[in-house]
């Protein structure tokens, strides 16, 4: 399994990021997929995730500004971020084959390397 993530960076508040994750190894369109992020001194948290039917689920602290999306034919996740905010800064990964497929209780079998996203205000 790979899960190789691209689209990290910095941005003033207020501004727009989207994440992606090409998938290989597995058969994407078949699992749960989602993002996960972790910020200085916290407990990495659930962010976002995508059934293989297309549901989705959202923290509260992103919903509305967030978008999970997936492309099943070319295995790749996306994450569009808006209207980004300070606290939204963090070490972003991408997960696969979550399970129960929300942030709250998924528990990935596999990860990205993580990609830094720098909101300053």
């Known amino acids: 399994v790979q899960l190789v993530e691209s689209g990290g960076g910095s941005v003033q508040a207020g501004g727009s990021l989207r994440r992606s994750c090409v998938a290989s190894?597995?058969?994407?369109?078949?699992?749960?997929m989602g993002w996960f992020r972790q910020a200085p001194g916290k407990e990495r948290e659930g962010v976002a995730t995508?059934?293989?039917?297309?549901?989705?689920n959202y923290a509260e602290s992103v919903s509305g500004r967030f978008t999970v999306s997936r492309d099943n034919v070319m295995s790749i996740l996306y994450l569009q971020m808006k209207s980004l905010k300070a606290e939204d800064t963090a070490l972003y990964y991408c997960?696969?084959?979550?399970?129960?497929?929300?942030?709250?209780?998924?528990?990935?079998?596999?990860w990205g390397q993580g990609t830094q996203v720098t909101v300053s205000s």
């Open positions: 995508i059934d293989s039917d297309g549901t989705t």
């Open positions: 190894g597995f058969t994407f369109s078949s699992v749960c």
């Open positions: 997960a696969s084959d979550l399970g129960p497929c929300t942030v709250d209780a998924g528990t990935p079998l596999d």
